[in-house]
């Protein structure tokens, strides 16, 4: 098979149109795992997981099994999962806590930083055998960083630093923190875990996407604006409604109404056409009544007016990363294919806050975001439709330039749209997407470094 080069990776990515074999062709799929999963900073968990040394737990990176755990010394680590002496994985538990990590098949045990402890049957091996090499280790990821409890690894030993990667974006994950009362949140109530088969930059382009859920989530939208508003609800099945009858709003309420905003490494936000007196039933709810207390008591009103005043719906951080900060929503992209796809979504509890507003984030969760949903069968209907037309003899080029002619640069350094239903966040994924795949963004990093 002929090598795809550097040209036809260039020619594949256009100002407003992308070609098809990006979503399609399983040898480009192979080079980003290579140039992009890689070497992006990638989020593989949170540190409310591993509160204390010996705590771990399994992730995937691409397609690579990998640990995260903290040290003897405090330290978090991850680790690719996977013994040196026979190839087996050592790992096989989804999250508990370690002294130690040890093989099953021979035996051979490992710290918790990855380095060889012991080998039975010790003998006969080759002069070169050193226990002490890295060679004969749980192989570390060179780099591991942490932004307010968010644990990113990146597989390259060097380049941009996590908070350059993050940007502005960071802002996007102090605002889901900063809606803890202690200051604090921490992963809580499992995982919902689904596979669809179509590629792994569907999911991102969708998220941000305000075009579409007149279209594609039109069942939820009838059923929605049918139910009477006099029948019983805790509270979470309101929101749930209240939503979907969101989407069926007119293209002008989108389009004037939400915003959508993009940042340098591929990263962007959808604005939230939500504000908190239609998040809960005004100021009536006495969950939300007693939140608001708790956070004024510790932040003081003017900080808690600023905190409820950001407004954000999606923000996606390239390339594996999506979360709702006003929903205490987190979802972790894992691509298995070139035309088959891993979401891990995650909850997040706001420590200081009323236990019934978690309740209602799991409850809302499985409503509208769970694998039984409304909302999210459609979306996974969707990925499945387009990994099947592009199976097809259509058109070569996927069209991407809606908005094309009325961004805007924005005041932090990024673009944004006109209309929130700009296609410009896909732009932006791609235009990230390119850096990676051409080696832009280490020779940007090379430059950097010798100035």
């Known amino acids: 098979m002929q090598a795809i ?9 256009q100002p407003a149109r992308v070609h098809r074999k990006l979503y399609s062709d399983p040898e480009i799929f192979k080079l980003e795992m290579e140039r992009i999963f890689g070497h992006a900073w990638l989020y593989v968990g949170h540190e409310s997981q591993v509160r204390n040394p010996g705590d771990y737990f ?6 690579k099994a990998m640990v995260v755990t903290r040290d003897e010394t405090g330290t978090l680590r991850v680790l690719h999962n996977q013994c040196a002496h026979r190839g087996a994985m050592v790992v096989a538990s989804d999250c508990g806590h370690a002294k130690e990590f040890q093989c099953v098949y021979h035996g051979w045990t490992y710290h918790l930083d990855g380095r060889l402890k012991a080998v039975p049957l010790n003998h006969g091996y080759p002069q070169d055998f050193d226990t002490k090499s890295p060679r004969t280790a749980m192989t570390q990821v060179p780099r591991v960083e942490s932004y307010r409890g968010f644990i990113f690894m990146s597989q390259a ?28 949140i921490e992963a809580a109530g499992g995982v919902f875990r689904h596979v669809y088969n179509g590629n792994w930059k569907l999911y991102l382009e969708n998220l941000c996407d305000a075009a579409h859920p007149w279209f594609t989530h039109r069942s939820s939208i009838d059923a929605a604006q049918q139910q009477s508003d006099e029948v019983y609800s805790d509270g979470t099945g309101e929101i749930a409604i209240r939503q979907m009858r969101q989407n069926g709003a007119p ?12 940042y340098p490494n591929g990263h962007s936000y959808l604005g939230d056409y939500h504000d908190d007196s239609k998040l809960v039933a005004a100021m009536q709810d006495p969950v939300f009544r007693d939140y608001i207390a708790a956070l004024e008591a510790k932040k003081g009103k003017d900080e808690v007016k600023r905190i409820l005043e950001v407004r954000r719906w999606n923000s996606n951080i390239y390339p594996n990363l999506s ?31 009323p236990e019934q507003m978690f309740r209602n984030t799991i409850a809302f969760a499985n409503i509208v975001n769970g694998t039984g949903s409304l909302v999210l069968t459609d979306d996974l209907e969707i990925y499945n439709r387009i990994g099947i037309g592009l199976a097809s003899d259509g058109a070569d080029w996927i069209e991407i330039g809606r908005g094309y002619l009325s961004d805007v640069r924005d005041e932090h350094g990024g673009l944004k749209g006109k209309n929130s239903t700009s296609e410009v966040y896909i732009r932006n994924m791609f235009e990230a997407w390119r850096g990676y795949m051409l080696g832009e963004t280490a020779a940007a990093n090379e430059m950097k470094a010798s100035a």
């Not at 399994?58 to 397609?63: E, I, K």
């Not at 941009?160 to 202690?182: N, W």
């Open 323 to 353: 979360f709702m900060s006003s929903f205490q929503q987190l979802r972790v992209i894992h691509p298995l294919a070139v035309n088959r796809t891993l979401v891990c979504t995650y909850n997040f509890r706001l420590k200081g806050a």
């Open 251 to 262: 293209y002008s309420f989108w389009e004037n109404q939400v915003g959508i905003w993009t």
């Open 58 to 63: 399994l992730t995937q990176v691409g397609r």
């Open 157 to 184: 030993a060097e380049g941009k630093s996590l908070k350059e990667h993050l940007g502005y974006m960071a802002t996007s994950i102090d605002d889901m923190v900063d809606r803890a009362p202690d200051g604090e």
């Open 5 to 13: 080069s550097p040209n036809d990776l260039d020619a594949a990515v």
